[in-house]
């Protein structure tokens, strides 16, 4: 008999350790045989620690489990969920980039394989360069860690410039509030974003890679450094990738708690061991990335993803999907919601139907007012906004962005006014100091805030103009994007900014 | 009452440096290292650092000013983090973070008088669909309330 119960942050946020080390004893105490696997979670965070036990060809769901149900789990006369496969939440899913995810012991390569993982690697070794550029380039995939610039662009930009060494460093710093599918795919899948880097050192030519982690992530760091050294010892990494004579080879590196280190110039001013400001662009860091050589700079679910592109060919994968957003996209649903997680899917799912229908709405129970998509630098929606298609191209036309397609959702208690200050505040506290509209935008931000909270509503036009100073004149996103949150909360939400309001809370 | 500052040999500082020189871009390494070993990155380490990667003293205190991380002073006894980000926020995380700090008597980053504990604020720890979220000495905790957050403090108080 097997047992699963998840080694997900989440899930030992809500007492996996505790249900793993009660089942450890249980099955002891009665002299049971099981194997008892720590697996990444199946993403369905409102039924964590979600346990799956595996007997006779069957495997379970029980959950949320407590250690005192233990008895009853081990008995087999607890009821049970069912198959994960059969509920709702994940049986509406397009799994590609989570596909493995909670279902495989994450740190066994034997499991790895034996559901689809390195095939995508194996092909990629018999292609040219410029063909395993091209095979992402057909698929369509865009930067998942917010920009959705053509990942096969800057592969090929990376593949074409002239160096003795390259660089793939992947943005594992995941900050933004209301995401975590890179954490989950770390802690679940681990083996897929190594083998994801490796196929784009193939494409580029770069043999080393990093992973820039944040140290807000102990679980993530300590898998995947575990992950890395299981891939060297099997020879997946190292001088010769599966034999082939190609050589590739990465590490952790962790973060040091700068929002602003998720920028990628920022990044690589942080993994060179300075401080973590942004630099002006061009060059490029495909051209001038890590130490000044050709680097790679991607998100993880973008590397996470290709993998599968790879395994089930980029015409597969660039069938799914919206318009120019091809493919699927994991959506983490967050904040006040009755099923939270994350969701993978086709980009095209009108939002209101995300909210609703698949988080459930709020957990509250109170009516949904306000969802922030894409972190603390993305637009608030209001539920007149709900027949947006989940898209690129398709949130922009509505003043907002997908960011890291992480959604947020507020109840009717939720003081937008006190959100937009949040959002300034967050900027002034971030700020990495380099540019002027940002270093004293933010700061200033928050002042005329308060101005409009103390009745003053004279100061939204100077509100808005400061903005639009932050949005233009910004070097990166992280001055250049909190205007979408304050001035969509302002748009949205207007009759919050014009009246004199109680003290915030 | 503060807690001693602890004040490492120079020879044992410059072996964890030495250990990590190896690296492309060793200085953030580095100073996980130190803090690693002493909880705070010492004042004597500076010069040290500067010597070994040949930059400036600044350099090296601008960086080690520049992340929220690396701390001068030690942290308390227990170091209790609240998430203050939006999706938290979504649950009632601004209300349990002022429950925290009034219960504690201490302002953000703060440490209670007996050396106790230190309240950080932490901006998303990953956990927002189980919000608010904390974490207790590198434990992760979901789904918080005042109720179970006093509870804990409690517990490592005693």
Redo the contacts between chains.
């Keep these: 008999m097997k047992i699963y119960v998840p080694l997900d942050s989440a899930a030992k946020a809500l007492g996996a350790d505790e249900v793993a080390a009660a089942i450890a004893a249980e099955a002891e105490a009665r002299g049971l045989e099981i194997e008892l696997i720590r697996n990444g979670t199946r993403g369905m965070v409102w039924l964590e620690p979600l346990v799956e036990v595996e007997d006779g060809g069957e495997r379970l769901a029980y959950g949320p489990l407590t250690p005192a149900e233990v008895p009853a789990l081990l008995d087999r006369t607890l009821d049970t969920l069912g198959r994960v496969e059969d509920m709702p939440f994940f049986a509406r899913q397009t799994r590609l980039t989570f596909a493995r995810c909670g279902l495989t012991d994450p740190l066994s390569l034997a499991d790895y394989q034996a559901h689809g993982g390195l095939s995508g690697l194996r092909r990629a070794l018999g292609m040219t360069a410029e063909a395993v550029v091209d095979e992402v380039k057909t698929s369509g995939l865009r930067g998942r860690g917010g920009a959705g610039f053509p990942t096969g662009i800057k592969w090929d930009t990376v593949r074409m410039a002239h160096a003795s060494q390259k660089y793939i460093v992947c943005n594992a710093d995941e900050g933004d509030s209301g995401t975590f599918a890179d954490r989950m795919i770390i802690e679940g899948d681990p083996f897929c974003l190594i083998e994801g880097m490796i196929i784009a050192g193939l494409g580029t030519g770069a043999t080393k890679g990093y992973v820039y982690l944040r140290s807000e992530y102990p679980v993530a760091i300590e898998l995947l450094r575990q992950a890395i050294d299981i891939a060297r010892a099997d020879g997946v990494l190292g001088s010769s990738v599966l034999g082939s004579g190609r050589s590739f080879d990465m590490e952790v590196r962790v973060g040091a708690g700068a929002y602003v280190c998720g920028e990628e110039t920022s990044l690589l001013n942080s993994l060179e061991g300075k401080r973590g400001v942004v630099r002006a662009k061009p060059p490029l860091p495909a051209l001038e990335g890590f130490l000044g050589r050709p680097t790679v700079v991607n998100n993880v679910i973008s590397l996470a993803t290709v993998p599968v592109i790879f395994e089930k060919g980029a015409q597969h994968y660039a069938d799914f999907g919206l318009g120019r957003s091809k493919g699927t996209i994991p959506v983490q649903i967050a904040g006040n919601v009755k099923y939270g997680g994350l969701f993978e899917t086709a980009f095209g799912m009108p939002l209101g139907e995300l909210v609703n229908d698949v988080a459930g709405g709020t957990a509250s129970g109170r009516p949904v007012k306000a969802v922030q998509i894409g972190g603390p630098l993305g637009a608030y929606f209001a539920t007149a906004d709900f027949d947006t298609p989940f898209g690129y191209e398709e949130f922009d036309g509505q003043g907002g962005l997908i960011g890291h397609a992480g959604l947020v959702v507020f109840d009717d208690s939720a003081d937008m006014l006190h959100m937009a200050r949040f959002a300034m505040e967050f900027c002034a506290v971030e700020s990495c100091g380099k540019c002027t509209p940002c270093r004293l935008g933010a700061v200033r931000g928050v002042e005329t805030l308060d101005r409009i909270a103390a009745g003053d509503t004279g100061a939204v036009p100077l509100l808005t103009d400061l903005c639009e100073v932050m949005k233009d004149g910004s070097l990166c996103a992280l001055g250049g994007f909190t205007p979408y949150p304050v001035l969509s909360a302002l748009q949205r939400f207007p009759e919050e900014f014009g009246t004199v309001k109680e003290a915030a809370e | 009452m503060p807690r001693d500052i602890p004040q490492p040999e120079v020879d044992e500082i410059q072996s964890l440096i030495d250990a990590q020189l190896h690296l ?6 580095i ?2 290292a130190l803090q690693d070993a002493y909880g705070i990155v010492p004042v004597a380490a500076v010069p040290l650092i500067a010597a070994a ?1 040949n930059i400036s003293r600044a ?1 090296v205190h ?2 080690i000013s ?5 701390r001068s002073l030690p942290a308390g006894r227990h170091v209790v983090k609240i998430c203050r ?7 009632g995380g ?2 349990l973070a ?1 429950h925290a700090l009034a219960r504690l008597g201490v302002e953000w980053h703060g440490t209670t008088e007996n050396g106790a504990v230190t309240l950080e604020p ?10 608010p ?1 904390a974490m207790v000495d ?1 434990k ?4 918080v309330d005042a109720d179970r957050l006093d509870r804990i403090i409690g517990e490592i108080e005693a």
């Excluded at chain 2, 520049?66 to 690396?70: E, L, M, N, Q, T």
């Excluded at chain 2, 932490?122 to 919000?131: D, H, N, P, R, S």
């Design positions: 492309e871009g060793p200085l953030l390494p100073l996980h990667l350099e601008g960086v520049f992340y929220h991380d690396f980000a939006e999706a938290c926020q979504a649950m601004a209300a002022d932490v901006y998303c720890l990953g956990l927002c669909a189980c919000g979220a590198g992760l905790l979901g789904r």
